[in-house]
Each structure stands twice: as structure tokens, then as C-alpha cells.
């Protein structure tokens, strides 16, 4: 079932539904009764891929995201916070790689914000929440507290959540650790509006510190349109794959929750 539901959200993705177009065009264009469609269908899929990546449609999408929370840039005091609590990304535990390289994507990112803050906060204990992403690799969770620890943050300061596998997993077994009490969670921009969510309707109280920003300086809060059209016409002419992969991201947001709100947990 877990699969199924992972298969049909690929499929109905910005990806997904670009390489459909061009796949199933291409197979079509393999029948002389059904060419003329294919060529159709591939025209579509082209389309759809150029437009992707050659206007800043993704940049908009996840800068909606994004803007839900401003950076944390100061801790005021006192605060009460005691925990900073960083959410895990990916990470794979290879013996001939250094620590700085097993965590991938956005979580270095979120880890870092999580040791900015926590040196802004003497006394606060950093607690990673993650579990196994890869049959016979410890947590990610562990991973990451071994970065922080290499990079000069001590180990009492450190604590690991090593369960969870969903973001509601990550929320529900961190309130397990500090309960209702104020902390800070840190986590990737985009990924921020559904965490902070999913923390209030447990009861939490969460301090929103977004890392990994990506668009918003692009396309700020309260832009003019003037401004708004001028940013636009300069990322047409700066095409970028990397945008797909941000777009991805959005879509699992989005999609994510929608889900979880049909399940309550936001």
C-alpha cells in the first residue's frame, strides 16, 4: 500500500508527468496509427520540461513555502528554551567517507542552523531526530550528532531521537523527550509550514528556525510588481535542472499536507 501511494505521487509529480509525456510519446511514435499523437505528446512533454527549468516558476512555488517563517536570526533572552530539535534529511552511513559527507541534501544545512542557534544559546542541548533510512546504517540521527560532535560541539550538548521515519514520527517521538515545553525546531524552509503544524496539534510549542533557503531572497515578502517582474525576466535567461528538484520538493510539501490533514495530524 506504502508503495502503491509512493508510485502514484511519483507519477502525478512535475517530473512524473513530464517523463510520462515523454515516454508514453515515444512509445507511440513506435505505431504508425498512433505517430502522429505521440509526436504530440512528446511536443507536450518538451514543452513542459523547458518550461521548468527555463522560468523561475519553481522559485515562486517554494518561496510561498519559504515565507511562512522569517529566519531566526537572533535568539532574544531569556528565552526558556532548552532544546534545539533539527530534523533529519537524508544521510548514508559509508565507512570510506568522512562524517561532513554522509549527510546529504539539507540536512547539513539544518544541522548548521541548529549549531548557530545553539552557540547563540549557552546551555541549550541540541536533539537530532531521525531514524534508519538504510537497512544496516545507524540513524540519521547518529550521523548527525557525529557531525556536530566533529565539529567541536561536546557531547553532553547532544541528544539523538532515533525512531522516527516521518515527519509526524519526528514531532510525535521528540514530545516524548521534552514533552510541551518551548524549543526550537529546525528544519528546511519549505519543509517548515507542515513541521510546525503537525508540532502544534500535539500540543507543542515550537519556535519556528527555517534553514536551506533556497527562493525567498529571490522573491521576498512584500515585493513590488515592478520589482516581482524584473527578478522573473532575469531567471528566464538563467535555465537550471536544479529547479526540477526544488519543484519536487514543493510537490511533496503540498502533497504531504493534504495528507496529513485528511489523517489530522495538522
Known amino acids: 500500500m506504502i508503495l502503491l501511494k509512493q508510485l502514484l505521487a511519483a507519477a502525478f509529480s512535475p517530473v512524473g508527468i513530464t517523463t510520462l509525456l515523454l515516454a508514453v510519446g515515444l512509445l507511440m511514435r513506435l505505431s504508425r496509427r498512433m505517430a502522429h499523437g505521440g509526436r504530440r505528446c512528446m511536443m507536450a512533454g518538451a514543452a513542459l520540461y523547458c518550461f521548468l527549468i527555463l522560468t523561475p ?5 517554494v518561496a510561498r513555502l519559504e515565507r511562512e517563517y522569517a ?7 531569556p528565552t526558556g528554551i532548552r532544546n534545539i530539535v533539527v530534523l533529519s534529511g537524508y544521510g548514508e552511513d559509508d565507512a570510506f567517507l568522512p562524517v561532513t559527507s554522509k549527510l546529504r541534501g539539507d540536512t547539513i544545512q539544518r544541522l548548521v542552523e541548529g549549531m548557530r542557534l545553539a552557540r547563540e544559546l549557552p546551555g541549550a542541548r541540541l536533539l537530532m531526530s531521525g531514524g534508519v533510512q538504510r537497512e544496516g546504517d545507524p540513524p540519521v540521527a547518529s550521523l548527525m550528532a557525529d557531525f ?5 560541539v561536546p557531547g553532553n550538548d547532544i541528544a539523538v531521537e532515533a525512531k522516527s521515519h516521518t515527519t509526524y514520527e519526528n514531532l510525535a517521538e521528540t514530545r516524548q523527550l521534552i514533552g510541551t ?11 517548515l509550514p507542515r513541521a510546525m503544524a503537525v508540532a502544534r496539534k500535539l500540543g507543542m510549542n515550537p519556535l519556528a528556525a527555517p534553514a536551506a533557503i533556497w527562493a525567498s531572497p529571490d522573491f521576498p515578502p512584500g515585493m513590488s510588481w515592478k520589482a516581482w517582474g524584473k527578478k522573473v525576466a532575469e ?4 535555465p537550471s535542472t536544479n529547479r526540477l528538484v526544488h519543484l519536487q520538493l514543493a510537490y511533496h510539501e503540498y ?6 490533514k485528511i489523517l489530522g495530524r495538522v
Open 57 to 61: 516558476f519553481s522559485e515562486i512555488v
Open 255 to 260: 502533497l504531504g499536507y493534504l495528507w496529513y
Open 71 to 77: 529566519p531566526l536570526l537572533r535568539v532574544g533572552t
Open 181 to 191: 515545553e518551548p524549543f526550537i525546531l529546525v528544519t528546511s524552509a519549505y519543509h
Open 148 to 152: 556536530a560532535k566533529s565539529m567541536g
Open 235 to 238: 531567471k528566464l535567461i538563467d
